[in-house]
């Protein structure tokens, strides 16, 4: 199996561009995460989503974020404008839920290593 | 909410030394708990986990962890560290509850293994 893909690795952009972040997670996975990591918060969960719906976005900074999962195969991240303080490491994750008390070992994918100049 | 305490921020010792590294959570319903490593530049990989049975669980690399309930502790160990074993450690609790799937991450603690 690939793992969870993530595109792109690393990202510069200046300020108020728009930045889209892609996830593929495992083949067969229902569940998936995205986190964000820096030095100052550490690893922030920001939003998953089981079987394609968005279950808890309570982790989004601000309206700046959203996220779409379109099939079980893609995610997006889009950060519309980006600021300085975007500047961090962000991850995908996928998992399988088995049932509502069964919720399975989550994978994360290489990050991708995002830049606001 | 639950939420997961680990007791050192970073961890300094020599090669062959042993280590354990503390991790504490508040949830006292049933818990998921793991331990992931993230190596210098790299991504989270699982070291290992505990869902159920066994309360001491063996990972790779030589790591293995103990579940202890009723000091709602999981903490790592390694008889004998390695050079390659400097990263960051993180414990992870997932509570198991309803739909919640939230995986709540302690701050982390880095490992550096002198030569």
């Known amino acids: 199996d690939a793992g969870v893909i993530q595109s792109p690795r690393h990202e510069v952009t200046e300020m108020g561009q728009e930045v889209t972040l892609r996830c593929k997670p495992i083949?067969?996975?229902?569940?998936l995460f995205w986190y964000r990591q820096t030095m100052m918060r550490g690893l922030e969960l920001l939003i998953y989503?089981?079987?394609?719906?968005?279950?808890?976005d309570s982790g989004m900074p601000e309206d700046r974020f959203s996220a779409k999962m379109p099939n079980a195969s893609f995610s997006t991240l889009k950060i519309q404008p980006s600021e300085p303080r975007d500047s961090a490491v962000y991850f995908c994750?996928?998992?399988?839920?088995?049932?509502?008390?069964?919720?399975?070992?989550?994978?994360f994918g290489p990050g991708t290593r995002l830049l606001v100049l | 909410a639950q939420s997961v305490s680990q007791h050192n921020h970073h961890v300094i010792l020599s090669e062959a030394a042993s280590l354990e590294l503390g991790c504490n959570y508040s949830?006292?319903?049933?818990?998921?708990l793991f331990w992931y490593v993230q190596y210098p530049g790299q991504h989270l990989q699982l070291l290992l986990k505990?869902?159920?049975?066994?309360?001491l669980v063996k990972g790779i690399k030589g790591f293995e962890a103990e579940f202890i309930k009723s000091k709602f502790s999981f903490n790592l160990r390694k008889p004998s560290v390695q050079w390659s074993d400097t990263a960051e450690y993180f414990c992870?609790?997932?509570?198991?509850?309803?739909?919640?799937?939230?995986?709540?991450f302690g701050a982390g603690t880095t490992v550096t293994v002198r030569a």
């Open positions: 994750a996928s998992s399988f839920q088995r049932d509502t008390q069964n919720q399975e070992t989550q994978y």
């Open positions: 083949s067969g996975h229902n569940s």
């Open positions: 989503f089981n079987n394609n719906v968005p279950i808890d």
């Open positions: 949830y006292g319903g049933t818990v998921n």
């Open positions: 505990y869902f159920s049975g066994d309360p």
């Open positions: 992870a609790v997932n509570a198991v509850q309803g739909n919640d799937y939230k995986l709540s």
